[in-house]
């Protein structure tokens, strides 16, 4: 269970980390389009595990791999927006969060089901 202070401070962070991503991240990693989901905090905040939406790219490795070796750059953007708000900036890991596209697959699997295995009309 998170402390109110964690999810205060991931929430704080998500929030500033979208302007930084757009102004300042898209010459990393192009013309995808990159969105902060969430912001997990560790219980003595020293770590920060953020976990990105990939969109409009084929490889979103390949764009997760930009994004980290750019950290510090991200790290710093991030750091303008929230210095007066917290001591000290976590360390930050990037993850690829893959909800959406859990989303789309089992959805794509209720329509071949529905698809294979129309519904019984009731006779009347």
Do not use: C, W
């Amino acid at each position: 269970m998170d402390s109110k202070r964690q999810l205060q401070i991931g929430e704080m962070m998500r929030r500033h980390f979208s302007p930084v991503f757009q102004q300042e991240g898209s010459y990393i990693y192009g013309q995808a389009f990159v969105s902060v989901s969430l912001v997990k905090v560790s219980p003595d905040l020293s770590i920060a595990k953020v976990y990105l939406s990939i969109f409009n790219t084929d490889n979103k490795e390949e764009v997760l791999k930009k994004i980290i070796n750019h950290t510090h750059i991200l790290k710093q953007g991030l750091s303008a927006r929230i210095k007066n708000h917290i001591r000290r900036i976590p360390q930050i890991h990037f993850y690829i969060d893959d909800t959406t596209d859990e989303m789309y697959r089992v959805d794509s699997l209720f329509n071949q089901v529905k698809t294979l295995y129309p519904p019984l009309q009731e006779e009347e």
